[in-house]
T-cell receptor, first 113, second 114 residues
Framework: KNQVEQSPQSLIILEGKNCTLQCNYTVSPFSNLRWYKQDTGRGPVSLTI?????NTKSNGRYTATLDADTKQSSLHITASQLSDSASYIC????????????FGKGTHLIIQP | GAGVSQTPSNKVTEKGKYVELRCDPI?????LYWYRQSLGQGPEFLIYFQGTGAADDSGLPNDRFFAVRPEGSVSTLKIQRTERGDSAVYLC????????????FGAGTRLSVL
């Protein structure tokens, strides 16, 4: 069964600090992996998309890594800002049509001043 | 508009009633998706349109749920005989290509069934 597990479920850090969110996926065959940011009351917004041949991809202060061998991905946030407070959702795609997109439950990140 | 638009933003209804939720995708996007998201959970796939046809409706939970996209643009998700368990945020996303392409999400419709 295709699954995406994220950790931690929630995280609180101080403004200016760095943090790393984890994603483990069991999706076969693997096509690509995405990270989305979802602000409260809003729809998810794409941060990065990586195929199996990509190890890292950055989007401003967000850097995603992918290890296709261990089926793990991480999202690193540098110098966090209050606006980074949101849920971060990891999504794995196996190329099997629309339901080939397997969503994780997300990590709820709170940045405190 | 520039993004995916969903209306209404909030809908409160009584158990047993019929509701319609509307999605206006980004102009030119051929693929359209409906998801349901419960509190603390990731989006759960419901149905996927490529053009006017439902390419994949395997996520619809039962026959009370139905969606249409008659002209390949606007889509309506219809729920008959609503139940309290249908309460959730219903998200719509569109994509220029579908499949593994980037999805652009709307803000969702929060449905509350009393």
């Amino acid at each position: 069964k295709n699954q995406v597990e994220q950790s931690p479920q929630s995280l609180i850090i101080l403004e200016g600090k760095n943090c790393t969110l984890q994603c483990n996926y069991t999706v076969s065959p693997f096509s690509n992996l995405r990270w989305y940011k979802q602000d409260t009351g809003r729809g998810p917004v794409s941060l990065t998309i990586m195929t199996f041949s990509e190890n890292t991809k950055s989007n401003g202060r967000y850097t995603a890594t992918l290890d296709a061998d261990t089926k793990q991905s991480s999202l690193h946030i540098t110098a966090s800002q209050l606006s980074d407070s949101a849920s971060y959702i990891c999504v794995a795609y196996y190329g099997g049509g629309a339901d080939g997109l397997t969503f994780g439950k997300g990590t709820h990140l709170i940045i405190q001043p | 508009g520039a993004g995916v638009s969903q209306t209404p933003s909030n809908k409160v209804t009584e158990k047993g009633k019929y509701v319609e939720l509307r999605c206006d995708p980004i102009s030119g996007h051929t693929a359209l998706y409906w998801y349901r998201q419960s509190l603390g959970q990731g989006p759960e796939f419901l149905i996927y349109f490529q053009g006017t046809g439902a390419a994949d409706d395997s996520g619809l939970p039962n026959d009370r749920f139905f969606a249409v996209r008659p002209e390949g643009s606007v889509s309506t998700l219809k729920i008959q005989r609503t139940e309290r368990g249908d309460s959730a945020v219903y998200l719509c996303a569109s994509s220029p290509t579908g499949g593994g392409g980037i999805q652009y999400f709307g803000a969702g419709t929060r449905l509350s069934v009393l």
